[in-house]
């Protein structure tokens, strides 16, 4: 009997690792995009750069942390003129992880809102 609680924990406590170990990156890649789209909306507010711009910027973070999003994803909107108007961010994406017997999609909505204070 207790042969059989030592392997089903040991069972447990692998599986537990596998399961962090498969998970982890996209979500710290998500993060990571994040924190890289909050950055663009809070300098894109105030400068003038142009909406493409700042879209082929965040395609380009993306691709670097391994992102799976298409370009045409991004979607970023100017209120106002640049530097007094507000910036918004969207790029929602999906990843797929094949786990034994369970494939699961993991889905991401990277956004954000910047407001100029002026």
Do not use: W
Request: charged residues 20%; proline residues 5%; hydrophobic residues 40%.
């Amino acid at each position: 009997m207790e042969s059989i609680k030592l392997v089903t924990g040991i069972c447990a406590i692998v599986a537990a690792i596998y399961l962090i170990v498969v998970l982890t990156p996209p979500y710290l890649a998500n993060y990571r995009f994040e924190d890289a789209i909050k950055t663009e909306a809070q300098l894109g507010t105030y400068s003038t750069k142009s909406e493409e711009a700042i879209r082929d910027s965040l395609f380009k973070k993306a691709q670097d942390l391994d992102v799976p999003i298409a370009r045409e994803q991004i979607k970023v909107q100017r209120s106002g003129v640049a530097g007094a108007g507000s910036l918004s961010i969207d790029a929602p994406y999906i990843v797929h992880v094949n786990l034994p017997g369970y494939p699961l999609d993991l889905h991401f909505d990277a956004s954000t809102r910047n407001k100029s204070v002026f």
